[in-house]
């Protein structure tokens, strides 16, 4: 058997697992303890693994402090095709799409690459400065949005031409400082392309004639953003900027309701109908004077292979929320009994790798008993996922709801745990000491070396002698738990055994 990467844990069953928040500091004699571990711990694997330097590279991940993404806030007066143009991009069709004015309230941001170069976009609502109420808040949105960019594209309807509405929206974009990118949409003939070149008249320089809708100008449009974006940016990294949190759950369990009570106001649409909303709607809002960006998803009624129509894409968009997200709170209603869509949700969420808070909601709704048979569900069903904090709130009434920030807090730091790899080692040499693994086929399997290789979430990489059984991957996984927190994370644990040795 030559030697390969395994890849435990994701589909194996975690029993309940105390968790422990002590940490304390390494003293000069534990630095010097974990040193010792180190080496013998190198010596042993090098001497077993031939490749094992360049094992143990190809599957380390960078840590963090990594540079932030360049940032990119498309601008427009409303109906000028800035959706449109968002998902030519970034090249899917995320962004809502619709020939009516206003569709896109909030700012909503997407992840493009072109050329290799990575970078953030921002999708905003329409642009307009003599507007009062929810529009004056869209346009504030679309204003900050810019402030919050590296750079700007400021899209134009070249068949209607500069307006007043457009040569104020320049003079802001002007005092912004930030470069900017004239784009005249809607060119789809020579004629419009004529008319487009009236634009200079905005002082921004040549605008650039394309067609977000057919794609005329796309590959031209993609090359000067990224000449315009720098190198580095402010986009949001988990190294900094806002923590990215995906609000998820069965339809109508509340997502909206607690999205508007801890932002302190109507953000989003709420309706006793079950799938008032469809597509994710991101909303900056601040905790204990900390930005937050939280996701308000679609609830998940069924598997994806099994909906249809909008469900179906609902589901997808979720996921691609999920995926984005560095946190996610599962809301559960606490006056029904916990359903087997409950489950699949938190499932989901496990085999993502994302942090995670379960919300009872509706906690004012349940009795007693209620909850009596709830904590019995819970043991029962959710036996997996232990180690996840749980918060009984009421989105209606803002119960509780103060609790979520420490719970969040508590469980991106589980996430972003990081041991030192000598430390780590002198853990498995004690552990292994106590409790060694059971004999299999007559001889039994030893960790030779391991190493935290990445966080987000913590995934241990760990050198053996032979392949380790789930039972006792599982109680490593209750041992890392207690002895370092890992609070509110899933623990990953990768292996590589020796290959056989042939008999001469």
Do not use: C
Not at 39 to 68: C, I, K, M, V, Y
Not at 280 to 306: N, Q
Not at 347 to 362: H, P, Q, T
Not at 386 to 402: E, G, L, Y
């Amino acid at each position: 058997m030559s030697d390969q990467w395994v890849a435990v844990g994701d589909d194996d069953e975690m029993g309940p697992a105390p968790i422990s928040d002590e940490s304390a500091d390494e003293s000069g004699d534990e630095l010097v303890a974990d040193e010792v571990a180190l080496q013998a711990a190198l010596a042993a694997a090098r001497g077993e693994f031939g490749d094992f330097d360049s094992a143990l590279a190809e599957l380390t991940q960078p840590g963090d402090g990594q540079p932030g993404l360049p940032v990119l806030a498309v601008v427009g007066r409303p109906n000028v095709g800035k959706s449109t143009l968002v998902n030519r991009i970034i090249g899917r069709r995320e962004a809502v799409v619709e020939d009516v004015p206003g569709v896109t309230r909030d700012r909503v941001t997407y992840e493009a690459e072109w050329n290799s170069k990575r970078f953030m976009v921002i999708d905003t609502g329409g642009w307009d400065l003599k507007v009062r109420g929810l529009q004056a808040q869209i346009a504030a949105q679309a204003e900050r949005a810019v402030s919050d960019a590296d750079a700007v594209v400021f899209v134009v309807d070249a068949r209607v031409g500069a307006t007043d509405t457009d040569e104020a929206v320049v003079k802001v974009l002007r005092r912004s400082g930030k470069p900017v990118l004239l784009v005249a949409n809607k060119v789809d003939d020579r004629a419009t392309e004529i008319e487009a070149t009236k634009l200079w008249s905005l002082g921004l320089g040549e605008p650039l004639p394309v067609s977000a809708l057919h794609g005329h100008g796309s590959g031209d449009l993609m090359d000067d953003i990224v000449k315009m974006l720098p190198a580095v940016g402010q986009g949001t990294s988990r190294a900094g900027g806002p923590r990215r949190v995906a609000l998820l759950g069965r339809p109508n369990v509340g997502k909206s309701s607690l999205l508007n009570a801890l932002a302190g106001s109507e953000r989003v649409v709420v309706d006793a109908v079950a799938g008032t909303t469809v597509d994710p709607v991101d909303e900056l809002i601040t905790l204990d004077d900390r930005l937050w960006w939280f996701v308000d998803t679609a609830g998940i009624r069924r598997r994806s292979k099994d909906a249809s129509g909008h469900e179906y894409y609902a589901t997808l968009r979720t996921q691609g929320a999920l995926d984005r997200a560095e946190v996610a709170i599962v809301l559960i209603d606490a006056s029904e009994v916990l359903s087997e869509q409950d489950v699949r949700i938190i499932a989901m969420v496990n085999e993502s790798g994302r942090a995670l808070i379960l919300a009872f909601n509706k906690w004012d709704l349940s009795d007693e008993d209620r909850r009596t048979y709830l904590e019995r569900e819970i043991d029962r069903d959710l036996a997996q996922v232990a180690w996840a904090p749980r918060v009984n709130i009421s989105a209606r009434t803002k119960r509780h709801i103060d609790r979520l920030t420490p719970a969040l807090k508590a469980a991106l730091e589980g996430w972003e745990t990081r041991i030192s790899t000598g430390r780590l080692n002198q853990f498995f040499t004690e552990l292994t000491q106590a409790h060694p693994h059971p004999l299999r086929g007559g001889k039994q399997p030893r960790i030779l070396f391991a190493a935290q290789v990445s966080v987000g979430p913590p995934t241990f990489a760990l050198f053996t002698t032979g392949f380790l059984e789930a039972g006792y991957r599982r109680f490593i996984e209750r041992r890392l738990r207690a002895d370092f927190g890992f609070v509110g994370t899933p623990i990953r644990i990768v292996m590589r055994v020796r290959e056989k040795r042939s008999r001469r």
